[in-house]
């Protein structure tokens, strides 16, 4: 990219970006938002660490590499969560970063959350039963990839999925691979270049009941799941004749 382009992006002239990249002059506190943004990376980092010696790999793994995330209270000391309705989740993915975005959405309180930063996202799909369409995970902020503990849930904010509730599998090299519960649908992995938030099961708000044919049709998507299987470990052992 060149040096023009990457002006036009930051909406600034040429002269000015120059400037700046060469240390001729400082950038004031809107154009470091920009940049930040830009180049996905927190302003304490361009300002503490001399980014020109490490690759651009290494410093998204830098721990001071995030987006800080203030905890809102209301009168009474109880933190507000902000809730993404089904609405607001088609540009969380751009807008998890802006400050006026968050801002703007709607939030509620509950008492026994505590230590921590909570955020409620929709579920959607029928990927994790008992959680249809209508419901919200409340989830709790996990600033490190070495927190995630096998067989918990989470809400994985990722650039190829955008928001999804799976279930944490294992660590490998370059990625995460997860589950649904629902065994209709395989385990996969995600890359971690790919990961922007991660948010841990906190609790789950419910506003449509299950009703009894649901929960019937349930049963049956586990038997003929449980029939796909039997098939495929036969197909294993005695090897596929069809």
């Known amino acids: ?18 400037a700046y990249e060469y240390g001729r002059t400082e950038p ?12 996905n990376i927190s302003i304490d980092l361009l300002l ?3 980014v020109r010696k490490f690759s651009i790999d290494e410093i998204m793994e830098l721990p001071a590499n995030r987006i800080v995330l203030p905890i809102r209270v209301d009168q009474d000391g109880n933190n507000q969560i902000e809730i993404i309705s089904q609405k607001a989740s088609m540009g969380y993915l751009n807008g998890y970063g802006d400050p006026e975005y968050i801002e703007n959405l709607e939030t509620i309180s509950l008492p026994f959350l505590k230590g921590g930063k909570f955020r409620a996202f929709p579920a959607d799909g029928d990927s994790m039963p008992p ?3 209508g419901t ?11 927190d995630l503990k096998t067989d918990r849930t989470y809400v994985f904010i990722t650039t190829n999925d ?7 599998q294992f660590h490998e090299a ?3 691979w997860v589950k649904a519960d629902n065994q209709f649908y395989e385990p996969y992995k995600i890359p971690l270049t790919e990961i922007k938030e991660i948010w841990e099961f906190a609790c789950s708000i419910n506003t449509k009941e299950y009703e009894p ?3 019937a049709e349930h049963h049956i998507q586990n038997f003929i799941t449980e029939i796909k299987t039997d098939i495929k470990q036969i197909k294993e052992r005695f090897g596929d004749k069809s």
């Open 136 to 146: 919200y995970i409340v989830g709790k902020y996990v600033e490190n990839l070495s």
């Open 131 to 133: 959680y249809k369409n």
């Open 1 to 18: 990219m060149t040096q023009q382009e990457l002006a036009d992006l930051l909406i600034l002239t040429r002269s000015r970006y120059v």
């Open 174 to 176: 370059d990625g995460i």
């Open 213 to 215: 044919d649901e929960f």
């Open 28 to 39: 004031p506190i809107e154009i470091l938002l920009r940049i930040s943004k830009f180049y």
């Open 48 to 50: 503490t660490v001399d």
């Open 162 to 168: 955008g928001i999804s509730y799976k279930r944490f």
